[in-house]
């Protein structure tokens, strides 16, 4: 075969465009401190993580500087390319070989907050501490600065330098503190992270073959319209964007007014539907729901959102009937999406398996009734008339 039989023909892409979750170079929300001494930025790190890991999941980034130490520690000296250690209250990682950046934001995917030694790592926004004993250093690393979010002046320092001025045209709009107000700048992050919290999207899973119903159960009318729209209307008023998953060549039987995403992972049920709208949408939180939940109402879905907790996997209700979250009511946050793909990669397609063993929020439902779903024919005779009694209760 000749060197010309490789070529493409001109516009063919040759891999397949995907949508790229919005991290740096550990994680989505991550800022590098540069410009003071090594040892203030630790500080800094200490106070910030301190205060904020109440709440979220904070990481800290740095080098060694133990340039003397030349020895691997461990069995890495003996060849060994990883060693795991469970130190009781924290658990410890070697590795041997080069981390490459792709496994190192696997690393973090689970991180709110990334802070950055920026004197040795970078990161995709940047916090600046103006020192003139570090003004030689910072002016080394002037084109670095492209995205500066806070400006922190130390004790010598009274003004922002020229070099960086003129190395940041738009200087005036970004905010200064003083590098010791630690409660402003704590403050600062924390509206960061407020302020980039998910949007929260819904998705309505009807792309089951309903086979042990006999009929489509997204299609069946139990609230004057089928219950795939019903369902889906109810999550418009706290979602985003809602979307109806179908399997592929369903969405010609759904309603335009619906968006659909349609299953790119097939064969894998409801699992697929949830990777399929990661991939849409990566850096969306999806509120995934199945459609075969008659008694589901909006005061149960609004309080699933109310006590949405961003910082977790997902946010999921507790099932009475199984004594496990409930994975197909339940908030699965953009931190999931490389939890979900890691457990397909062993073999594993149970979105209720991922969430018993990650790091969730688990919640009762206000009316447990809500959660009953309808597979059979029986079932589906016993929720009529739960129906049918709610619906007298109402009027009388």
């Given at each position: 075969m000749t060197l010309k039989?490789?070529?493409?023909?001109?516009g063919h892409r040759k891999h397949a465009k995907l949508a790229r979750p919005s991290t740096g170079n550990f994680g989505r929300n991550e800022w590098a401190i540069v410009g003071g001494p090594c040892t203030v930025i630790k500080l800094l790190a200490d106070d910030v993580v301190r205060?904020?890991?109440?709440?979220?999941k904070c990481a800290y980034v740095d080098m060694s500087h133990n340039d003397d130490i030349t020895l691997l520690p461990g069995r890495l000296v003996s060849g060994a390319s990883l060693e795991y250690t469970d130190q009781v209250n924290y658990q410890q990682f070697n590795y041997q070989n080069l981390v490459f950046p792709y496994q190192l934001k696997q690393q973090f995917s689970s991180a709110d907050l990334v802070l950055v030694n920026g004197n040795h790592q970078q990161a995709k926004a940047q916090v600046v501490i103006i020192d003139i004993n570090k003004k030689a250093s910072l002016q080394k690393r002037t084109d670095q600065l492209d995205n500066v979010q806070l400006f922190l002046l130390a004790d010598n320092a009274g003004e922002i330098p020229d070099f960086i001025q003129e190395a940041i045209p738009h200087w005036q709009q970004i905010p200064v503190l003083k590098v010791d107000d630690r409660e402003k700048i704590v403050a600062f992050f924390e509206a960061a992270l407020k302020q980039t919290r998910p949007v929260l999207n819904g998705?309505?899973?009807?792309?089951?073959?309903?086979t042990r119903m006999g009929f489509d159960k997204g299609a069946a009318n139990w609230h004057g319209k089928q219950q795939r729209y019903y369902m889906a209307d109810l999550l418009k008023s706290f979602c985003k964007e809602v979307y109806i998953s179908g399997r592929p060549g369903q969405q010609q039987e759904i309603d335009p007014a619906y968006p659909v995403i349609e299953d790119t992972f097939t064969g894998l049920g409801p699992y697929g539907a949830i990777l399929s709208a990661f991939r849409e949408q990566p850096d969306?939180?999806?509120?995934?729901?199945?459609c075969d939940l008659p008694l589901m109402d909006d005061s149960?879905?609004?309080?699933?959102?109310?006590?949405?907790?961003?910082?977790?996997?997902?946010?999921?209700?507790?099932?009475?009937v199984t004594n496990f979250p409930e994975p197909l009511i339940a908030i699965w946050e953009p931190k999931s999406y490389p939890v979900l793909l890691s457990f397909l990669a062993q073999g594993y397609s149970c979105p209720r398996k991922v969430l018993i063993n990650s790091d969730i929020t688990l919640l009762n439902a206000p009316h447990e009734e809500?959660?009953?779903?309808?597979?059979?024919?029986?079932?589906?005779?016993?929720?009529?008339?739960?129906?049918?009694n709610k619906i007298v209760a109402t009027n009388e």
């Open positions: 039989d490789h070529n493409q023909p001109s205060s904020l890991s109440p709440v979220y998705l309505v899973l009807a792309g089951g073959k309903s969306a939180a999806w509120l995934v729901i199945a149960t879905l609004r309080n699933l959102a109310a006590w949405r907790n961003s910082s977790s996997v997902a946010t999921a209700y507790h099932s009475p809500a959660l009953t779903n309808v597979n059979t024919p029986e079932e589906l005779e016993k929720v009529k008339s739960m129906i049918h």
